[in-house]
């Protein structure tokens, strides 16, 4: 069965910092790029960034560039997103998924490219 659970979460005062966990299984983990989505009542839902299991590459929205660093742990099939200075627009469910692809520009920012979706994890920023 292929799943894809998020972790990490939690309440955090603006400025501070996260790491959230995607762990994978019942899929080859090299094969897929793996990106984090956030959802935010009445808001659309957006790329956060992607990184590709196989060759590291990575994607960021710009309005975490500079702030989040997502990596990738292939022995433990297991992706960190890395979120420091927190602000209260970051406040969301953060979600993993799983495209059959590497990661690039389009796939970070392309919902319909995934194959497979995790819960997702909140994460709330106090201002």
């Known amino acids: 069965e292929v799943q894809l659970q998020a972790s990490g979460g939690g309440l955090v005062q603006a400025g501070g910092s996260l790491r959230l966990s995607c762990a994978a299984s019942?899929?080859?983990?090299?094969?897929?790029?793996i990106g984090w989505f956030r959802q935010a009542p009445g808001k659309e839902r957006e790329g956060v960034s992607c990184?590709?299991?196989?060759?590291?590459?990575?994607y960021y929205a710009d309005s975490v560039k500079g702030r989040f660093t997502i990596s990738s742990d292939n022995a433990k099939n297991t992706v960190h997103l890395q979120m420091n200075s927190l602000k209260p627009e970051d406040t969301a469910t953060y979600i993993c998924?799983?495209?059959?692809?590497?990661?690039?520009?389009?796939?970070?920012?392309?919902?319909?490219?995934?194959?497979?979706w995790g819960q997702g994890t909140q994460v709330t920023v106090s201002s």
């Open positions: 019942g899929f080859s983990f090299d094969d897929y790029g």
């Open positions: 990184i590709s299991s196989s060759d590291g590459s990575t």
């Open positions: 998924a799983a495209l059959y692809d590497v990661c690039s520009e389009l796939a970070g920012t392309s919902e319909w490219m995934y194959d497979y």
